[in-house]
């Protein structure tokens, strides 16, 4: 059954769960109670500005390939029902559901930061992550243009950076991209998730098309820019059975390599995910469900390094194998590549002096 004209249009959370952190607070954990009209705070987004004192932050974990990070925005946009990064809102003080895709915090002072940062005597130069946590490239980009501040940064000062994202407005930033590309500073990676229109705009609302994604691959490809396709996340009795057809689509626009993540419901991102399944897919729900926990030893989390992005046991098992097999067909010249971190330099000050 299609439960499209159920759901809170343009959101991909339907409640907003209190922060954990609040030890008392109101709030209306499902839509259809009459205190608040959600439908109508639902289109909403507000943004609140952060004059951070601080940008970089360092990642201690085995499961992610670099150990810096940045996040020019906390909260989403995009809405993405299943989002890790839902959960980290809280800290700022909002919940994990309507809260995260409706309340924005925005950074614009992230590229003096991030000059500041580089300018450390103490940094050493090395990949960093944009951004690791919410998309960099997400609607308000589009009026900020914080991210591609940050790309003139890390242009200016040679540094390499892996970028995370599911935007085609990153298509917009092209003339940077390809001067970081030439001197191997740059490598994005394009969330794929499915080729489902349908299934797309319940489950990631705000995000664009998987056309309009694969469209974001072949540009940049053609541009000489590096793009892995992350099919991310698999879900489990949803998009798994997708996987070839991802792959395929994604080796067929220029994507020169290929990774895929297990989802994991961390939190409350697990209330906000059963609560959407159950209206989304109200006949499907508990299969769904059942084999997200499958993958997790019975839990619909996993917080443990090493297993909590690929899951374990026999359906991860076959999952990883059915990826395998599709990206040796898809990818028979997977390449990895790596960042050159060599080139990074400070303006007005020279190489040599940099090492005293």
């Known amino acids: 059954m299609d439960n499209q004209g159920l759901l809170i249009k343009g959101r991909g959370s339907q409640?907003?769960?209190?922060?954990?952190?609040?030890?008392?607070?109101?709030?209306?954990?499902?839509?259809?109670?009459?205190?608040?009209?959600?439908?109508?705070?639902?289109?909403?987004?507000?943004?609140?500005?952060?004059n951070s004192k601080s940008l970089v932050n360092k990642v201690n974990s085995p499961d992610v390939k670099y150990n810096l990070s940045i996040n020019p925005y906390q909260g989403c946009e995009h809405g993405c029902v299943y989002c890790?990064?839902?959960?980290?809102?809280?800290?700022?003080?909002?919940?994990?559901?309507?809260d995260f895709e409706s309340k924005i915090i925005v950074k614009p002072n992230a590229p003096e930061l991030l000059e500041k940062y580089f300018r450390r005597r103490s940094y050493i130069a090395q990949p960093i992550m944009l951004s690791g946590n919410t998309d960099c490239y997400q609607p308000i980009e589009r009026k900020l243009k914080i991210t591609r501040r940050l790309l003139e940064v890390f242009l200016k000062y040679r540094n390499?950076?892996?970028?995370?994202?599911?935007?085609?407005?990153?298509?917009?930033?092209?003339?940077?991209?390809?001067?970081?590309?030439e001197k191997n500073l740059v490598h994005v990676a394009i969330s794929l998730t499915s080729l489902d229109k349908d299934l797309q705009q319940k489950m990631e609302p705000r995000t664009a098309s998987p056309f309009k994604r694969l469209k974001t691959i072949k540009e940049l490809s053609e541009n000489g820019i590096p793009v892995q396709a992350m099919i991310a996340p698999v879900i489990p009795a949803l998009t798994d059975h997708e996987i070839p057809a991802l792959l395929q689509a994604a080796a067929a626009v220029g994507a020169e390599s290929a990774s895929y993540i297990v989802v994991r419901l961390n939190g409350n991102v697990s209330k906000v995910f059963e609560n959407w399944v159950q209206i989304a897919y109200p006949s499907r729900s508990k299969r769904i469900l059942s084999a997200i926990s499958k993958c997790h030893n019975g839990n619909l989390n996993d917080s443990r390094f090493n297993t909590r992005m690929t899951g374990d046991g026999q359906l991860a098992d076959a999952i990883k194998d059915l990826f395998e097999i599709s990206r040796r067909k898809h990818f028979k010249n997977d390449i990895k590549r790596e960042l050159d971190s060599s080139q990074f330099r400070v303006p007005g000050i020279s190489k040599q002096s940099t090492l005293f």
Do not use: C
């Open 160 to 181: 390499p950076v892996s970028i995370i994202s599911k935007n085609y407005t990153m298509l917009r930033d092209l003339d940077l991209l390809k001067k970081l590309a």
């Open 15 to 50: 409640i907003n769960p209190s922060n954990k952190f609040d030890s008392s607070s109101y709030v209306s954990e499902y839509i259809e109670g009459i205190d608040e009209n959600w439908e109508l705070f639902g289109k909403k987004t507000k943004y609140y500005v952060s």
């Open 84 to 98: 890790y990064a839902r959960e980290s809102h809280q800290y700022w003080g909002f919940g994990p559901g309507l």
